[in-house]
């Protein structure tokens, strides 16, 4: 889904895009997917050929758990503010230390604005460090690989070197 810059003749547009998971997830599966739809409603301002996306993407995510690698919903909401500028405006200046502003700049080519890129980028960047399908997750079993929140694991909570087991029948004797 584009977001055509020839069209946009007014200093500033609103955007209100529905984006199909279907559009969002072309290829296989990545750290996530998208559910259904994401929303996009955007202010679009535009200063010559800069143009300034203002507003907000949301959605939900079908994410796997760290923990125990089950699937679950994640709901995003991420608040936008980003500068695109034309690529010919792109330098590479060579090595420069990264400001705060840098880090909301982007660049378009061909008078377009991939809004699903957009979209895609703005959910990576929203993502926790450890997606956790519950702050109470246990996890996997080390030892048997079951899911410690389905059912009771029958293996020792405690792992034993088997190296040290001789060692360790010497000190009971």
Known sequence: MKLELREIKKEQVWVKRALSGAELNPGGLGQYRVADTASLDLVVRKDGTKYRLVGRVDGKL?????????????????????????????????????????????????????????????????????????????????????????????CAEVWQDPRLMGLKRLLEQ
């Open 62 to 154: 079908h994410v796997e758990c760290s923990r125990c690698l089950d699937l679950f919903q994640l709901v995003v909401g991420v608040d936008i503010d980003l500068l695109y500028l034309p690529l010919s405006e792109n330098k590479g200046d060579g090595d420069i230390q990264i400001e705060e502003p840098d880090l909301r700049t982007a660049y378009y080519r061909d008078n377009q604005i991939d809004l699903g890129q957009l979209v895609m980028e703005q959910f990576q960047l929203a993502l926790p460090m450890k997606l956790l399908c519950r702050d109470e997750c246990q996890g996997l079993c080390a030892v048997c690989g079951g899911n410690r929140n389905t059912e009771a694991c029958p």
